[in-house]
Each structure stands twice: as C-alpha cells, then as structure tokens.
C-alpha cells in the first residue's frame, strides 16, 4: 500500500511545487497592491482576504470581488494571477489523473487488493496456476460448486478473459509468474485456508516449476499437476505427494477400457465427467484393427495402452524420421485418402486421429467416413474454439485435452475419496462393473447421478452425530432406498447409494444395508440431486431426523426435551 | 554540483532562515515580527515538505515528520493571527503575539533539527 502513495506523491511533486508558488506569489500580489473601500479611502488586503480571494479565483468558483471593489491595479493583478492559478490546478489534477491511468501504478494497486482480498479470505480454496482452456473450465466447475478458486497467469489477455466471464462464484486473480515463490506466497499458499494447488500451464517445464517450489514453501500442500511428457510425470511425482494428470494416458487408458469393458468406461466417464450428465451408453466398439494417426505423445501413449489389450494396430505418421515407429507402419499423411487406404481403412474397425491440429483430424475422419462408413471414428480436440465443429462432425468418441484434465481434476477436488473408490472399481471385471451401473441407474432412474461425500462428525452433521450417541442408526435409515415416515407422513424414497465407506484405515465397497454407522465414517454417495438435498436436511436438522427415524416430533425447544427427557414417553422404535 | 541536491538544502536552509527571522525579537512587541516573514515562512516549509516526500529510507521519513510538524506549527501561528485580526477584531498583541511567536518558535525547533540531520547527512557521505 505504501508503494502506491510512494509513486504518486513523486509524480505529484511538481505540480505541488508550482501550486505553491503560484498561490504564494498571487496572494503576495494582493496583499501589497492597495485597493480603495466604499468610501473611497485606501485600504490594504489582509493575508487572509488575499488567501480567501485566491482560493475561489483558482477554483473558478468566482464569488466577486469582495469586501469591496477592486481598483484597476487589482484588476490587472487578478487577470494575471487567475489564469496562473487555473492552470496550476489543471496541471495538478491532471498529473493525478495521469499518475491513476499509469500501467505500473494501476499494477501495484492490483497487487495491493490482490493481496488484502487473499488475506481475507476465510473458506477453503484452490490456487490454479494456469488459465489456459484447462485452467478456465476447471474454474468454471470449481465455481458451480461454490468453491473459491485463486487463479494466477502470466499472460494479461488471459486474465482479462477471466474478469469479462460470468462467474457463480467469482475468482480472484492475478497477472503474474506463478514459478516464482513470492507470487505464489501472495496468492496464499501458506492460508490456513487453502487447500491445494493446481497447476496447469502448457508448458511441463513450468509445471514443474511450480510443483517444485510449492513443495518447498508447504510440502504439506496438496498439488495436482499437468504433465503431458512422462518424464516430466515421473520427476513430479517423484516428491512430495503429488497427483498428476497426463491427458494422454488418462484418455489412452479409457478408450482401452471402452473395449475392455464398456460398462467400466461409462462409470469413469460420468464419475469423473461434467455434473449434470446421464450415464452414457457403453460404445460400441468391436473387435479388430484400428488405426492411430500421429504417432507424437498421443499416438504413442494409445499404441501402449491399446496394443496392452491386444488390440491390433497400425500407425501412420507423416514423419518419416519419428523414432521408435512399430513396424508396419505407413509413412505418409492421414489426411490423404491413399495413404488412409494403404493402412487398410477399409477393414479397419476404428480409427483415432491424434495429431495437434483440429483441421487435420477432421480431414482425417471426414476422408474415413468415406471410405469406410462403419469405422468407429476417435478425434482429438486441441482448441476449445472448434468445439462446434467437432459437435458437428457428429463423432463416436472425442477427446478433449482441456476437458480431460479439467474434469479430473474436479473430480479429485469434490470428491477425494473417488481416487480410492475408481481404483477398486477398475479390477472389476466386465460383469461386475455392469452390475454396479445397473444398480446405480436403478436408484437414480432417469435422472441425472450425482457423486458427494458424507463424514459424519460434529461439524458436517451434526444431528446424525448427536444421533448415532443416543442410539444405533443403520446405513438403510439414512443413506439408501426406502424410508418410510411414521406417523402421517408419506413414504419418503431417498434416490441414493452409498457406494464406498472408508472407517479409518478400511474401506468398503457398498456398504451394506444393516450396517451401523459411525462417528468419522465417511462415505461416497451417488443419487439424485433431490436426494442430495434431502440427506443433507436430514443430517442436519435434529428434528427432522428425529421425526423420520423415531417416527415422532420431539418438541423443539431445549426446556422442553429437557423435560421429555425426565419423563420418556415409551418408545416407538428406533 | 548536482542541482537537485542544491535545490533541496537551499529550501530546507531558507525555512530555517526566515522560521528564525520571524521568531527572533520580544514576545511583546509586535513591530518585532513581520507578517510578509511569516507568510515567507509558510510558502517556503510548504516547499520543503514537498520535496521531502518519497524519500524511502529512515532518514528521509524523519526529515518528513520534521518538515510536517514546522508546517502545522506556522499554519497555526498564521491562524491565531488571521482569526485575532479578523474575527475578534483587535490588532496583534498581548496573549495572541505570544500564541504566534510560541509556535513559530515550535517550528523552528523541528527546521533546526531538520538542519542538523542534513548536515549530518552531507558530512556522512562526504567521509
């Protein structure tokens, strides 16, 4: 703040100076000039007239010429002196105006407020280093769930963006480096409140950057990181506990898992997809060749995962100098109908195009469609702009880098324990993981899932714990399915499922109706948003819960129960 | 010879000059203290504060406060004096040229000590 004033008063120097003077010599004028009053006799201006009268000269407030008139000396005194005043304040006010409209003056005040605003904060948030189209989408869910999110990019076009955007709940921001530690320590990194740290620049350099000093400034910080090189995945991970996200391998491993188990795929994808999406359909891809077309660090990241499941393939690349090409291979562009022929298109079951450039991946697919109407056709999106266009090439499967990371990493955000939970999940086997879709689709029914998390302490629910000290309350009261309300009330039928329980070091995949629950439980709950907020009500309003487990209205006031307490009518059932 | 620096000695000099002009003479006559002195005074601390600002270091913020507190002191002492001439209606003398001279003498005291930390200062790097 200090700064601020600093730079102004230097730049305002001069224009105080000259002020000063120009008053001073004004009213020095006034003062020795003699004047006459009414009555004709001569009289001399005070200092405190000449002052009084050079104040409303010099403002152009103008009120006269008081006391009394001015003699024709006065006159040719105030025709010089108001000019000179007038135009002292306008260079004054105008070097203000200047100092205001500065760059470096209007950096330090955003710096400032930056800084108080971060201070202040006092709920939890994310720092997001990067506003690229990952950083801005996961902005954006970030701020539909109501988290605050603090988001630092060194490009001023980007942040800019960022202020013209609608935000449910806007971010803060600023235009900096945010590999370099002081930025970061403004942005908040050692808040108690923060929670983590996103980072998410194009670069895996600056990635890695960050990930380094945010490890030195609080280790303890939860970091998640972008790498798209799995070096640079490998050096992040190697300290501290961080997370990354490789867009490739994360896409590469899922459209191994569509053909794998379809089922399986669709779970991930709406688990760790945008909220307000159904369950897709398994795709329908089938067994056979496909061809990869880029063989750069999508490419090469798809030939692993897909040759894995045994998935026969061939790549064509243009380049003819790309190292550690598989054999058969073609050598040419994929964008050409011959060179798409020569891989065998024709008997092709599926094709990918993965190269970095938009325009040629819908080349690549428009010219397969062609000469294969049936193939299973996979693009790469690299540019958020060309969204439209990907929508109407009207493909089986896309990929989009920003989507991707954005998504999980939202995910990993709301729901921690969706790590643990897709972990287990992923060793099931086709069966199994339909098993699981159909029963969540069950509960839900036609409407849109959501995934949440439920502890049960003090703090985030409180009735349930005050609860579940009384008496045993099992998981098929609160959590699941079919809830009759005693007494006069309709059947409540809460539309959820608890799909992992984690007690302390165990875990539990669906937790089982009879089961009791207790204190620091936590749970991942899937159902409909109703149900959602319904639980939420529930665990938290004593009476409510009351009512719905007891099957009776306990008086709500303390004097009250204290008294009901004494005198316990009998007891219904639990 | 840089001039910036001749120019910021010369105004903090001449505020202690004309401060001790004013002030110099019996507390009870006034034909001893000149209004254009004390107006000199005024404009010229006012100058001198000016150029003091956005000087970073200890020294400088002390040369600020000093200059600061000599400028409160004369703008009052011209104060008492407008408001005797002015409002009560008497001309200067008794208890009013006392309040007057008092707070140039205030004033002069912190351009003194202004003086002594520039002299200090020049000493100090001409070692």
């Known amino acids: 703040m200090s700064n601020l004033f600093y730079i102004l008063f230097r730049r305002l120097r001069s224009p105080l100076i000259v002020l000063i003077m120009v008053y001073a010599v004004s009213i020095l004028g006034f003062v020795l000039i003699p004047g006459v009053d009414d009555q004709g006799q001569p009289w001399k201006m005070s200092f405190f007239h000449a002052f009084y009268f050079v104040s409303f000269m010099a403002t152009t407030i103008g009120f006269g010429e008081i006391p009394y008139a001015f003699t024709d000396a006065q006159r040719y005194w105030a025709l010089i002196t108001m000019y000179a005043t007038v135009v002292a304040w306008l260079y004054g006010i105008g070097m203000l105006l200047g100092v205001f409209q500065d760059r470096v003056f209007r950096q330090q005040m955003q710096k400032s407020s930056f800084l108080r605003r971060v201070k202040s904060i006092r709920e939890p948030f994310y720092i997001i280093c990067g506003y690229g189209d990952t950083g801005s989408q996961l902005t954006h869910s970030l701020s539909q769930e109501n988290i605050l999110s603090v988001v630092i990019d060194p490009d001023e076009e980007r942040i800019n963006d960022l202020e013209a955007d609608d935000f449910k709940m806007p971010p803060l921001s600023l235009c900096a480096d945010g590999s370099q530690s002081e930025v970061l320590e403004m942005a908040g990194i050692k808040h108690p409140w923060c929670k983590g740290i996103v980072t998410l620049a194009n670069e895996d350099s600056v990635n890695l950057t960050v990930a380094i000093v945010a490890q030195l400034l609080n280790p303890d910080l939860r970091l998640i990181a972008r790498a798209e090189t799995p070096e640079a995945e490998a050096n992040i991970l190697s300290f501290g506990a961080n997370e990354v996200i490789n867009p490739f391998e994360t896409f590469s491993s899922r459209l191994a898992l569509a053909l794998r188990s379809p089922s399986l795929f669709c779970l991930y994808d709406w688990m760790t997809g945008v909220s307000g999406q159904k369950i897709c359909e398994p795709p329908e891809a089938k067994q056979g060749m496909w061809i990869i077309c880029g063989f750069g660090r999508f490419g090469r990241s798809l030939y692993e995962h897909l040759d894995d499941e045994g998935v026969p393939l061939r790549v064509i690349e243009p380049n003819r100098k790309v190292r550690d090409l598989p054999s058969g291979s073609v050598i040419g562009r994929p964008t050409e109908a011959n060179t798409l022929t020569k891989s065998g298109i024709k008997d092709a079951v599926g094709i990918i195009a993965g190269t970095d450039v938009d325009a040629n991946n819908l080349s690549i697919l428009m010219t397969a469609e062609e000469l294969n109407p049936d193939v299973f056709r996979v693009a790469r999106q690299n540019e958020e702009k060309n969204t439209h266009l990907f929508q109407a090439a009207d493909l089986d499967m896309l990929m989009q880098r920003g989507n991707v990371i954005s998504n999980t990493i939202f995910a990993f955000i709301r729901t921690p324990m969706l790590g643990d939970f897709l972990r287990i999940v992923s060793r099931f086997n086709n069966d199994k993981a339909n098993e699981l879709v159909s029963r969540i689709v069950g509960v839900v029914d036609d409407e849109i899932p959501e995934l949440w998390e439920l502890t049960v302490n003090e703090n985030e629910t409180p009735a349930l714990y005050k609860m579940i000290e009384t008496q045993q309350v099992l998981v098929e009261d609160i959590l699941y399915g079919e809830q009759l309300n005693k007494g006069d009330a309709k059947n409540e039928c809460i539309a959820a499922l608890p799909l992992f329980l984690r007690r302390g070091e165990g875990n539990v995949l669906l937790p089982e109706y009879n089961r009791i629950i207790r204190e620091n439980d936590r749970f991942l709950m899937c159902g409909t948003y109703s149900a959602r907020q319904h639980m939420m009500r529930l665990v938290k309003n004593i009476n409510l819960l009351e009512s719905v487990l007891l099957g009776e209205e306990l008086p709500a006031g303390w004097l009250l129960r204290k008294f009901r307490q004494r005198n316990p009518p009998e007891n219904k059932n639990g | ?127």
């Not at chain 2, 910021?8 to 203290?33: C, E, K, P």
């Not at chain 2, 600061?68 to 703008?75: G, K, S, T």
């Not at chain 2, 407008?82 to 351009?111: F, K, P, R, W, Y």
């Open chain 2, 1 to 127: 010879m840089n001039s910036e620096k001749v120019i910021f000695a010369f105004f903090i000099v001449l505020a202690l000059t004309l401060n001790f002009g004013f002030f110099l003479g019996g507390m009870d006559n006034a034909s001893h203290h000149n209004i254009y002195e004390l107006y000199a005074a005024i404009v010229v601390s006012l100058i001198s504060t000016v150029l003091k600002v956005g000087d970073r270091s200890h020294l400088g913020a002390v040369f600020l406060a000093t200059s600061i507190v000599a400028d409160f002191q004369l703008i009052a002492a011209a104060i008492v004096w407008g408001m005797t001439e002015h409002i009560a209606g008497q001309t200067l003398g008794g208890d009013a040229l006392s309040t007057v001279v008092s707070l140039s003498g205030g004033a002069l005291l912190a351009n003194i000590i202004s003086v002594v930390l520039l002299v200090s200062e020049t000493i100090s790097v001409r070692r």
